[in-house]
């Protein structure tokens, strides 16, 4: 069985899987060719991705860090079934993530037109809940109405990441601890300076992130229930009655939990709904009609070094597992770091000095060890979000400026990017990708591997590693099949 909506749980304390997951119905069994063929011809799925690790779950994708017309073009010619924008909205205040949500579907709009070729949107945002929701289906919304496409019939969220751990049963969002399951409004990343909430229950979750504008009784609940033994033309009839932009959310513990939902979506689009999107990382893997591919091999990743003998690592994330990271990554050595400190980085008189010294000392570590240009792992906040949310971006802009000397003087035989702004950041202003291939990943489901095709960073590899996922030895890890390529 599910846990029903009123399911009492130990505040801050995991619950043991089996209490959670145990009695579910059974598991409905889809493939990703059965998808791939209902989708083959139906509309591009376009993700508007708020930091780059949405990529983490797929492979051979096209990346766009700009969406000028002719870049938006270049990603529909492709031959994939989705594409990725990378936005970076999740590290800008709500006024310029607004303006650049309504920039991208303008010139997507525009660029559909040119090349003939339909699309359905996807706001991809963090699977800890994290980011300018509804504020960006808000904007989505207002933009598909002004365009003539229409107003969209409903919102459905699908925040699932399966391979991170962060599962979606009874309406109840869950993500995976080493003691169990944690209710995520209980997590460290409820807690966010800019982006924090209370609700685990995503009806609530909704009321509470628009301000009683949408009322929890008000949310359609398709549940595992629904997917799992009413089938793709259930849920496709629930989809379908979704009116006025009303907000639907999705149980997951699987991607057949996806797949049938991809199904169900693509009957539902094709009797006429329009629907938006907000998602996590898994959804898109399933709507595009992908399942899970083994990690690339070292055949695969040698074919893709850059030219120094030695790779460059940049770590932003704040997050407490990127901290225990680090420290298995100095226990397996061959590292040399640098740290940016946040103190000076704040002082205007001495924030570029201090980041060209950083800079020079990491590109001639090059030569003989990994360089890790790491900021003070002392987190800054400001007075209020906002104002948290201005340090971050100002820090954020260091270490990317000191990425982006590092390149200029030595190109590193890759580079990984620890943290969703500083991934972002990094591939846009340190590196200077304008479009890439998402080739797959170092770790199943979890870190991305980009093959820039333009700019500066063509021939490296760009690794883009999330703050919040992976086990403590996930970045040593990484590390390690990077140097057997």
Not at 236 to 255: F, I, P, Q, W
Not at 258 to 279: F, I, Q, S, T
Not at 284 to 311: F, I, K, N, W
Request: hydrophobic content about 40%; charged content about 25%.
């Amino acid at each position: 069985m599910s846990l029903s909506r009123s399911a009492p749980t130990r505040p801050g304390t995991p619950v043991p899987e089996h209490e959670v997951l145990d009695g579910l119905p059974p598991v409905r069994e889809v493939t990703a060719d059965e998808v791939a063929a209902r989708i083959s011809s139906g509309p591009r799925l376009v993700v508007l991705d708020d930091d780059p690790t949405g990529t983490q779950t797929v492979a051979d994708v096209p990346v766009l860090t700009s969406w000028t017309v002719d870049d938006l073009r270049w990603a529909l010619r492709q031959d994939s079934s989705a594409f990725f924008v990378l936005t970076n909205t999740r590290s800008l205040s709500p006024e310029d993530a607004a303006a650049r949500n309504r920039e991208v579907v303008r010139a997507l709009q525009e660029a559909s037109q040119a090349e003939g070729t339909g699309y359905v949107l996807a706001s991809r945002g963090d699977s800890t809940l994290r980011g300018h929701f509804p504020l960006e289906t808000d904007v989505l919304a207002e933009e598909l109405t002004e365009l003539g496409i229409g107003a969209p019939d409903g919102v459905v969220l699908v925040p699932a990441y399966i391979e991170g751990g962060r599962l979606t049963v009874g309406s109840r969002h869950w993500m995976r601890t080493t003691d169990g399951l944690l209710p995520v409004g209980e997590s460290e990343f409820a807690r966010d300076a800019t982006f924090g909430y209370r609700s685990s229950l995503l009806p609530e979750w909704v009321e509470e992130k628009t301000e009683g504008r949408v009322p929890a009784d008000e949310v359609l609940c398709i549940t595992l229930d629904d997917l799992r033994g009413g089938g793709p033309a259930h849920t496709a009839r629930m989809l379908s009655s979704l009116r006025d932009g009303r907000t639907a959310v999705v149980d997951a513990v699987c991607d057949d939990d996806l797949r049938v939902l991809a199904l169900a979506l693509a009957e539902a689009e094709e009797k006429g709904a329009l629907l938006l999107y907000r998602v996590g990382p898994s959804f898109v893997r399933a709507r595009a009609g992908q399942s899970g591919r083994p990690p690339l091999t070292p055949a695969e990743l040698h074919r893709l070094r850059g030219d120094a003998p030695h790779g460059l690592i940049a770590v932003g994330s704040h997050v407490s597992l990127t901290t225990r990271q680090l420290d298995r990554l100095r226990e397996r050595g061959g590292i040399t770091e640098f740290e940016l400190e946040v103190a000076l980085l704040l002082d205007e008189e001495r924030r570029d000095a201090h980041i060209t010294e950083v800079a020079a000392a990491a590109a001639s570590a090059l030569e003989s060890s990994e360089a890790v240009i790491r900021t003070s792992r002392t987190l800054v906040t400001g007075a209020d979000k906002d104002d948290s949310l201005a340090i971050s971006r100002q820090v954020s802009a260091a270490l990317v400026k000191a990425v982006r000397r590092v390149n200029d003087v030595r190109r590193p035989a890759f580079v990984i990017a620890k943290g969703g702004i500083t991934s972002s950041d990094t591939a846009t202003h340190g590196l200077r990708i304008r479009r890439a291939w998402a080739r797959g990943t170092l770790l199943p489901g979890i870190v991305s591997l980009w093959e820039p095709v333009d700019g500066p960073a063509a021939g490296i590899p760009y690794i883009v590693f999330a703050g919040n996922v992976g086990d403590d030895d996930a970045l040593a890890d990484t590390l390690d099949l990077l140097r057997s390529a």
